[in-house]
């Protein structure tokens, strides 16, 4: 299998349904499978709490220069 970078949700699911279609074909075993699936999971956790992240940030400068100020936050 050719390395990939997969660095959106995108690419992660074209990475498993790649995954599942070399399952089915019996190129790998269960085991590869799931540590695989499992990893994959991990890592579309992490893009999305990147991107949520990255948004409040861009939401968070826009209400500064708006208010001309620092937000105060809650906790």
């Keep these: 299998m050719s390395r990939k970078r997969l660095q959106t949700l ?5 990475y498993l349904a790649a995954l599942l279609n070399r399952y089915e074909a019996g190129e790998i075993d269960e085991v590869h499978l799931k540590a695989c699936a ?3 999971n991990i890592l579309t956790s992490t893009i999305k709490d990147a991107e949520l992240e990255d948004r409040v ?3 968070e400068e826009l209400l500064e220069k708006k208010n001309h100020g620092p937000i105060r936050k809650a906790c």
């Excluded at 995108?10 to 074209?14: A, P, Q, V």
């Design 10 to 14: 995108g690419d992660i699911r074209r």
């Design 57 to 59: 940030q861009k939401l």
């Design 38 to 40: 499992y990893v994959s």
